[in-house]
């Protein structure tokens, strides 16, 4: 089975650019959730989707925005980059329970450096 | 949501027993105990939750307090290929809106040596 695929895995852009990150999530996961990890934050939540929708934001400026595919892919932008916005950027799916699993899938991440 | 504090760093040796501790004493009733590990150069895995009981599987187990304030993951015999980042995060009921949200603490950096 195939894990949580994030393309690209490296990207180098500079300050005012903006940026696409993709995310394809585990066959059959309806929910993707996004994060940002950086040394000074740790990982932070960034938002999350599902059957299309947002169901959640983190705290975020209105610079990054995503989106959910009907067939359950997710993309998230950046926009007007800045030097903080270097970072490595998570994309993890899981399937939808109403129990406690809810277990999250991970890729491997976009590591974003903006100069 | 509640918070979780662990020890920012622990050593271990090959093939001995780690016990990596959690506080959470603000945990709800309804909130799930989930570790999460990160790999030099990977993203977070899933590595073990429970509510109250203890719980294992093939990757560790989980010791959890009988006031639920605190737990313990327990990785029988560490190996070289566990040295890596442990988050231990406290999760509503995934029956509620948000099942892609953790929110992760620092994490406990594990360090084995052979």
């Known amino acids: 089975k195939a894990g949580v695929t994030q393309t690209p895995r490296y990207l180098i852009k500079t300050r005012g650019q903006q940026v696409t990150l993709s995310c394809s999530p585990i066959?059959?996961?309806?929910?993707v959730s996004w994060y940002q990890q950086t040394p000074g934050q740790g990982l932070q939540f960034l938002f999350e989707?599902?059957?299309?929708?947002?169901?959640n934001k983190g705290n975020f400026p209105g610079r990054f925005s995503g989106r959910q595919f009907s067939n359950s892919r997710s993309e998230m932008n950046v926009s007007t980059l800045e030097l903080g916005d270097s970072a490595l950027y998570l994309c993890?799916?899981?399937?939808?329970?109403?129990?406690?699993?809810?277990?999250?899938?991970f890729g491997e991440g976009s590591r974003l450096t903006v100069l | 949501d509640a918070k979780t504090t662990q020890p920012n760093s622990m050593e271990s040796n090959e093939e001995e027993p780690v016990h990596l501790p959690c506080n959470h004493s603000?945990?709800?009733?309804?909130?799930?105990i989930h570790w999460y590990r990160q790999l030099p150069s990977q993203g977070p895995e899933y590595v073990i939750h429970?509510?109250?009981s203890n719980v294992n599987n093939r990757m560790a187990s989980l010791a959890i307090a009988e006031d639920r304030k605190s737990s313990t993951l327990i990785l029988h015999r560490a190996t070289l290929r566990d040295a890596a980042v442990y988050y231990c995060?406290?999760?509503?009921?995934?029956?509620?809106?948000?099942?892609?949200?953790?929110?992760f603490g620092q994490g406990t950096i594990l360090t084995v040596h052979p």
């Open positions: 993890a799916s899981s399937l939808i329970s109403t129990g406690e699993r809810g277990e999250l899938f």
């Open positions: 066959s059959g996961h309806r929910s």
């Open positions: 603000t945990i709800s009733g309804t909130d799930y």
């Open positions: 995060i406290l999760r509503a009921n995934a029956g509620g809106t948000s099942y892609g949200k953790l929110t």
């Open positions: 989707y599902f059957s299309e929708t947002q169901r």
């Open positions: 429970g509510l109250t």
